[in-house]
């Protein structure tokens, strides 16, 4: 008896597709030479060859497909509950977790990085949605609390090397009108991430020549009492505001694929209201200047 997926949309799309190329690169053994008796080529019984595949989405512990990810990646989380806690506590509900190294220490002596927890790492599109169809999403966190989902061994915290002479791009939304939005703005975010598709830089590269070095370090998500923000973060930042900067370039490109490829937005449209931004970028280093002589870029 056929059963009814509870796998939300994208997530069974990309089930479906994993289970469609694992058959596509694991065909049956044939005979020896490859026909049957009667010198008729072997049929593939389609249906038995699928019900030996397993993905995480029907065996979370013991799947045996996995599609690669150009990266590996780190989801970390923090909120008030987590505040001074030495035992990990995540919202991961039913997802299995496999032993992380404790918290690294550059900036762990900065206070607050001391109560970020480590979730799980992942290097598959199937461990990717294993993970995301089993975390509370944003809409559901309380105030204070954020996830941050980071390329691993970069920790999310300006300290570190990869994030130090770099910024990010960002957008502050109104709580009450984007409570339905911010899931999906989120997922979107992140498969925008791990899929490599905010650097322009990856795919426009010389394919003879060596693979260039993606700017995109971590995305974020942030919950406050008013409003939710969503970052970019990228591992260098304009020296300068020429506009024929080509690292300047290169990030406007990522921010505007950000508001217009991800969250949706028309490039021109003015988002700034009560509580809300535009897409705008900042140094890190301007950051902390808390507005004075910050020089940000808004696409």
Same mark, same amino acid.
């Given at each position: 008896?056929?059963?009814?997926?509870?796998?939300?949309?994208?997530?069974?799309?990309?089930?479906?597709?994993?289970?469609?190329?694992?058959?596509?690169?694991?065909?049956?053994?044939?005979?020896?030479?490859?026909?049957?008796? #009667?010198?008729?080529?072997?049929?593939?019984?389609? @249906?038995?060859?699928?019900?030996?595949?397993?993905?995480?989405?029907?065996?979370?512990?013991?799947?045996?497909?996995?599609?690669?990810?150009?990266?590996?990646?780190?989801?970390?989380?923090?909120?008030?509950?987590?505040?001074?806690?030495?035992?990990?506590?995540?919202?991961?509900?039913?997802?299995?977790?496999?032993?992380?190294? @404790?918290?690294?220490?550059?900036?762990?002596?900065?206070?607050?990085?001391?109560?970020? %927890?480590?979730?799980?790492?992942? #290097?598959?599109?199937?461990?990717?949605?294993?993970?995301?169809?089993?975390?509370?999403?944003?809409?559901?966190?309380?105030?204070?609390?954020?996830?941050?989902?980071?390329?691993?061994?970069?920790?999310?915290?300006?300290? #570190?090397?990869?994030?130090?002479?770099?910024?990010?791009?960002?957008? @502050?939304?109104?709580?009450?009108?984007?409570?339905?939005?911010?899931?999906?703005?989120?997922?979107?975010?992140?498969?925008?991430?791990?899929?490599?598709?905010?650097?322009?830089?990856?795919?426009?590269?010389?394919?003879?020549?060596?693979?260039?070095?993606?700017?995109?370090?971590?995305?974020?998500?942030?919950?406050?009492?008013?409003?939710?923000?969503?970052?970019?973060?990228?591992?260098?930042?304009?020296?300068?505001?020429?506009?024929?900067?080509?690292?300047?370039?290169?990030?406007?490109?990522?921010?505007?694929?950000?508001?217009?490829?991800?969250?949706?937005? @028309?490039?021109?449209?003015?988002?700034?209201?009560?509580?809300?931004?535009?897409?705008?970028?900042?140094?890190?280093?301007?950051?902390?200047?808390?507005?004075?002589?910050? %020089?940000?870029?808004?696409?």
């Amino acid at each position: 008896m056929a059963t009814v997926s509870s796998l939300p949309a994208p997530a069974l799309e990309a089930s479906r597709a994993a289970l469609s190329i694992a058959i596509d690169q694991n065909p049956p053994p044939a005979s020896k030479d490859g026909e049957n008796e #009667d010198g008729e080529v072997q049929e593939v019984d389609m @249906q038995a060859q699928a019900e030996g595949i397993r993905t995480v989405f029907n065996d979370p512990t013991n799947f045996n497909v996995k599609h690669p990810l150009y990266s590996s990646w780190t989801l970390w989380f923090d909120s008030p509950a987590t505040k001074g806690r030495n035992l990990p506590q995540t919202p991961i509900s039913a997802f299995p977790q496999t032993p992380l190294p @404790q918290t690294p220490g550059p900036a762990a002596a900065h206070g607050w990085m001391e109560d970020i %927890k480590r979730v799980i790492s992942f #290097d598959s599109v199937e461990e990717f949605w294993g993970l995301y169809n089993n975390i509370v999403p944003p809409s559901q966190l309380p105030p204070k609390a954020n996830y941050y989902l980071f390329k691993e061994g970069i920790i999310p915290a300006w300290e #570190d090397d990869a994030n130090k002479n770099g910024g990010k791009w960002s957008i @502050q939304l109104p709580k009450d009108k984007n409570r339905g939005n911010v899931d999906n703005f989120w997922l979107y975010t992140m498969l925008a991430a791990i899929g490599e598709t905010f650097d322009p830089e990856l795919t426009t590269a010389d394919p003879a020549g060596p693979p260039p070095e993606s700017l995109i370090t971590g995305v974020i998500v942030s919950t406050r009492p008013q409003f939710y923000r969503i970052s970019i973060w990228t591992r260098l930042s304009p020296a300068s505001g020429a506009e024929d900067d080509p690292l300047r370039q290169r990030i406007e490109r990522i921010g505007r694929h950000f508001k217009t490829g991800v969250l949706g937005y @028309q490039e021109n449209q003015k988002l700034n209201a009560p509580l809300a931004t535009e897409v705008e970028f900042l140094s890190h280093k301007d950051s902390e200047k808390k507005g004075k002589g910050a %020089k940000k870029i808004v696409v």
